[in-house]
């Protein structure tokens, strides 16, 4: 699916996610929610740190130049050896700070996600867990609200938008 729905005029939006201005039906909701699942952000299996770190040695390029830092090692040149060695533990040290930073990051989002939604379903206001919201929900969205999942604005009035929310260090 397309997903440049900001160029799509409303009518199309619409059209393409099979929804209309009055939302959609408890049966529609239904049948999307078990298709598409709950609106949430996935979360791994908590890994530990030592794990993590571990785990960017895996890669093929460090693995590569591990032995060529064991082969340099056997033929008694230990100033290349280090130097190898070096390297990898350097990029195993910088791939653990940017996953680790990272997991770090998805948590921030996940914390600072709108826990209930208004939308329009069966032509009414209705408040929900934000979870439960599918793809076609008519968001309604106040001022000073936390837009509770990626949406096409349909209207607005005097929207403005707090960037800095949408930057993660």
Do not use: C
Not at 85 to 110: D, H, N, P, W
Not at 130 to 144: C, Y
């Amino acid at each position: 699916m397309n997903n440049q729905w900001h160029a799509f005029k409303i009518d199309d939006t619409l059209r393409k996610l099979n929804t209309s201005q009055m939302g959609l039906t408890a049966s529609e909701v239904a049948d999307r929610q078990t298709k598409y699942g709950f609106n949430e952000i996935e979360e791994k299996a908590g890994i530990s740190p030592f794990v993590l770190f571990l785990s960017q040695f895996k890669s093929l390029l460090i693995v590569i130049l591990f032995a060529a830092a064991m082969v340099s090692l056997v033929l008694g040149k230990l100033p290349e050896a280090i130097s190898i060695m070096t390297i990898v533990i350097f990029a195993g040290v910088l791939g653990f700070i940017q996953e680790f930073r990272a997991g770090k990051a998805l948590a921030s989002l996940k914390k600072m996600a709108a826990p209930l939604a208004i939308v329009l379903r069966d032509g009414k206001e209705q408040e929900i867990p934000s979870r439960e919201l599918v793809p076609g929900d008519i968001i309604k969205i106040a001022m000073g609200a936390k837009v509770p999942a990626d949406a096409r604005i349909l209207k607005s009035a005097n929207l403005k938008v707090e960037e800095a929310a949408l930057t993660v260090n």
